[in-house]
């Protein structure tokens, strides 16, 4: 099942990637940057989307890997 990839805060500290409907988070990192670098490894294995937040829970960027469903014309 591809699921995007969500990159949060954590709530003890530092991020997390979270799949889309988890309960637990699938890697916790010390910097956003981290956490991104891994959402984006499982993103393109499971051609899905990562999702980054910011610190207060808003989305400030997203990137697909997959099945674009808005892909660029020509």
């Given at each position: 099942?591809?699921?995007?990839?969500?990159?949060?805060?954590?709530?003890?500290?530092?991020?997390?990637?979270?799949?889309?409907?988890?309960?637990?988070?699938?890697?916790?990192?010390?910097?956003?940057?981290?956490?991104?670098?891994?959402?984006?490894?499982?993103?393109?294995?499971q051609?899905?989307?990562?999702?980054?937040?910011?610190v207060?829970?808003?989305?400030r960027?997203?990137?697909?890997?997959?099945?674009?469903?808005?892909?660029?014309?020509?």
């Amino acid at each position: 099942m591809k699921k995007n990839q969500h990159v949060t805060p954590h709530r003890d500290g530092g991020w997390q990637v979270k799949g889309a409907g988890n309960d637990r988070a699938t890697a916790r990192t010390n910097t956003q940057a981290e956490a991104i670098v891994r959402a984006t490894e499982i993103a393109r294995n499971q051609q899905s989307e990562v999702v980054i937040h910011r610190v207060d829970g808003q989305i400030r960027d997203k990137n697909s890997y997959g099945n674009d469903p808005y892909p660029p014309k020509g």
